[in-house]
């Protein structure tokens, strides 16, 4: 395996599957299958997903809501979906932890960089919700603040796109699919990658980010071992 600990970013609209709403059990089984079959490769695993097949703070600011109310309720619905990996995770035979970034008392411990390390090393797949714990940050921040506190080797971007285009491959035919790009010339092109805050916290530590196509069964995988399905944005 190229890679031995991941940080493993999943988008909420993605468990929506084909609904226009919440959790498709199907989506949320086949992704802890892919799951479960890197981790029995003895790859640590940490998890951030988003919330925005539940509830996205900007889209409450949108309709009036204030923003920090907002951005807070985004958080929860991140907890929600890591609840429900976290389900399905288990019932497949996999040990895991939740880790949050504020206490819920019953249902996951207080994420610390020390403490997801230690899980992760017991063999544990490591979910970690509820965003920054504070509001006007963006689950992609979150998912590289998370990577770069427990030192992962890479971020992994698991999207419905296979990779980074010249443009949305969705609205232009003549999209052409960059296989590797540095973050000099990502910025320069003003790639839609990821949010600004993230992208930046990813080129000033050197930590390299592949954007690849998480529904593909076995894409995991081979991202894992070495293989480059979708874009490598590197120093």
Known sequence: MKYKRILLKLSGEALMGDKQYGIDPQRLADYAAEIKAVSEKAVQIAIVIGGGNIFRGLQG??????????????????????????GELEKQGVKTKLLTSFQIGPVSELMSGKRATEHLESGKVVIIGGGTGNPFFTTDTTSVLRGLEIKADVFLKGTRVDGVYTADPEKDPNAEKYVTISFEDAYRKRLKIMDLTAFTMCRENDFPIIVFDMNRKGNLMRVVEGDNPGTLVSN
């Open 61 to 86: 600011t949108s309709e009036g809501m204030d923003r920090v109310q907002g951005d807070y309720m985004g958080m929860l619905a991140t907890i929600i979906n890591s609840l429900a990996l976290q």
